[in-house]
């Protein structure tokens, strides 16, 4: 899906993941991230690292992770909060489909079902095999995706976040659901209103998305040379998948 509205993580976008989802807050995933990790004595990459909420906290336990993003607005956060906790790592400005490094890593890691953002199938078949050549002997990717049964959800809600003289407002809309394709579109309304001014900028965005069934998933890890595939449920290395599932993680080396 060519389009630049498609996933672009702008101004009020950028912001209002910021406050959204600032530095630290966790969903399970931070202290599972953690735990997976320890023992790592290598260089990890985070791709799609947005703000930092993952990176920093990793950093911070003593680990050497680094980081990319597409988005400028949201690198700019990350970088903020590094220096305001006198942290300092690599974060570079690429996509999933053009990133590159002179160096390998011991784990990849995608949190947060970011990588169901590339929509395409080949696409995303490039990047896992993009990947797996930068994972040194035994390294591991780790990737986290929403269960498929999230793409039956149609979305539709408003939220608003009070900030200094001021409010900002998202509003998301279902656009399209192909269930052969497996990928959703919504229209994301982000505005900025200020006090005494109203409605000052507005930012619209659409967000696409690919579903993958965890049997797909696993074959497709296979089909890139991956052989060591594991899958768990809601951040519990214990938990196998269930109806209940709300995050699944893959693991694969």
């Not at 909420?53 to 911070?60: D, M, Q, T």
């Not at 050549?133 to 979305?155: A, C, Q």
Request: charged residues 25%; proline residues 2%.
């Amino acid at each position: 899906m060519e389009n630049n509205l498609i996933n672009r993580y702008n101004t009020l976008a950028s912001w209002v993941y910021h406050i959204d989802k600032p530095i630290g807050r966790s969903f399970g995933d931070i202290e599972y991230y953690a735990e997976r990790l320890k023992n790592c004595t290598g260089k990890i990459l985070e791709a799609g690292v947005g703000n930092g909420r993952v990176l920093i906290p990793l950093l911070e336990k003593g680990l050497n992770v680094v980081g990319f993003d597409a988005s400028s607005q949201m690198l700019a956060y990350c970088q903020h909060e590094l220096d305001l906790r006198g942290l300092k790592t690599t974060l570079k400005q690429q996509r999933f489909d053009n990133f590159n490094s002179e160096e390998e890593f011991e784990a990849i890691i995608i949190p947060a079902g970011s990588f169901q953002l590339i929509t395409q199938v080949e696409e995303a078949l490039n990047v896992l095999r993009r990947f797996k050549s930068y994972l040194k002997k035994e390294g591991r990717l780790i990737i986290d995706l929403s269960p498929i049964s999230e793409l039956f959800k149609e979305t539709m809600h408003a939220r608003q976040w009070v900030i200094e003289n001021g409010l900002l407002t998202l509003t998301e809309n279902s656009v399209a659901i192909d269930y052969s394709a497996q990928t959703s579109v919504s229209q994301l309304r982000y505005e900025h209103w200020q006090t005494n001014k109203g409605l000052i900028q507005t930012e619209i965005d659409l967000f696409a998305l690919r579903f993958w069934g965890i049997k797909e998933f696993e074959m497709a890890l296979q089909h890139v040379g991956f052989t060591q595939i594991k899958c768990t449920s809601n951040y519990n290395e214990d938990e196998s998948p269930s109806n209940d599932s709300h995050t699944l993680t893959f693991e694969a080396s």
